[in-house]
């Protein structure tokens, strides 16, 4: 009884942690390259942009699947 519950914490827990680390490391790579290129830095800022929220959407599609999962026992 609950280990669904369990299951579904952990599960949209450790997406918002795969989440936060890849942001992390997008905005990283992304003020670095500016930094080597000023040129570029407006580029780089939209694609960066469209790919935060491309994580994003995965992150929310792992947090609605697990509360799926969850509803259903």
Same mark, same amino acid.
């Given at each position: 009884?609950?280990? *669904?519950y369990i299951g579904a914490g952990l599960a949209i827990g450790l997406a #918002? /942690?795969?989440g936060g680390l890849g942001i992390g490391? /997008?905005? #990283? #790579?992304a003020l *670095?390259?500016?930094a080597r290129q000023p040129s570029m830095a407006g580029d780089l800022r939209i694609t960066a942009i469209i790919t935060a929220g491309l994580? *994003?959407?995965a992150v929310l599609f792992a947090f +609605? +699947? #697990?509360n799926a999962l969850a509803g259903k026992a």
């Amino acid at each position: 009884m609950g280990h *669904e519950y369990i299951g579904a914490g952990l599960a949209i827990g450790l997406a #918002a /942690l795969g989440g936060g680390l890849g942001i992390g490391r /997008l905005a #990283a #790579a992304a003020l *670095e390259g500016g930094a080597r290129q000023p040129s570029m830095a407006g580029d780089l800022r939209i694609t960066a942009i469209i790919t935060a929220g491309l994580i *994003e959407g995965a992150v929310l599609f792992a947090f +609605v +699947v #697990a509360n799926a999962l969850a509803g259903k026992a």
